[in-house]
């Protein structure tokens, strides 16, 4: 449990994800150009906040996530995804040798000459792979670095502020907010 979960929390807990069946504690995942994915089973009540950057993808979070929540009695084709602005394909470059990493994890096509990834897609697929179905995952087709004026990006600004996506299962009526 975080920050304000229990009465011995002093300080926020660090994580890329959290899973909660608890009503009334929210979960908040904050980032700059890191994909933010909330995914809730609102039948079994069951929320979780995931903060996918290209360590969490290759490490698979969003998978993880996913079986925490059915290790809480959510059930995968009941999960619904709703995924926050980040970094697009567009503006996502990496190095040669993470590219070819991710290539051969998740049977990518050979680096191009300007290696990218596109974070959205690649968490898309491994949720997919997780039993949500494909109609089940939203995306937010805009891009934090292509859009100074809505997000904050820190491969555009440096030192920067952070979005944030909060999910939860509101009060006791177990009504699921997802904002």
Request: charged letters at 20%.
């Amino acid at each position: 449990m975080g920050a304000g979960a229990g009465p011995d929390a002093s300080e926020p807990s660090r994580a890329d994800g959290m899973v909660s069946d608890i009503p009334g504690v929210p979960l908040v995942i904050l980032t700059a150009d890191c994909l933010p994915i909330i995914l809730a089973d609102a039948r079994h009540k069951v929320v979780a906040a995931v903060h996918a950057g290209w360590r969490g993808t290759f490490d698979m979070i969003a998978a993880n996530a996913v079986a925490a929540m059915v290790g809480a009695g959510a059930n995968p084709a009941a999960i619904e995804a709703r995924f926050g602005p980040y970094i697009g394909e567009c503006c996502f470059e990496v190095g040669a040798d993470l590219y070819s990493r991710f290539a051969d994890k998740f049977s990518l096509a050979a680096a191009p000459d300007r290696p990218s990834l596109d974070l959205g897609r690649l968490n898309k697929s491994i949720l997919i792979e997780s039993g949500l179905r494909p109609e089940n995952i939203q995306t937010l087709a805009l891009c934090t670095r292509d859009n100074p004026d809505l997000f904050y990006s820190w491969r555009r600004d440096g030192v920067t502020g952070r979005q944030a996506a909060v999910a939860a299962i509101k009060n006791a009526s177990n009504q699921l907010v997802v904002e």
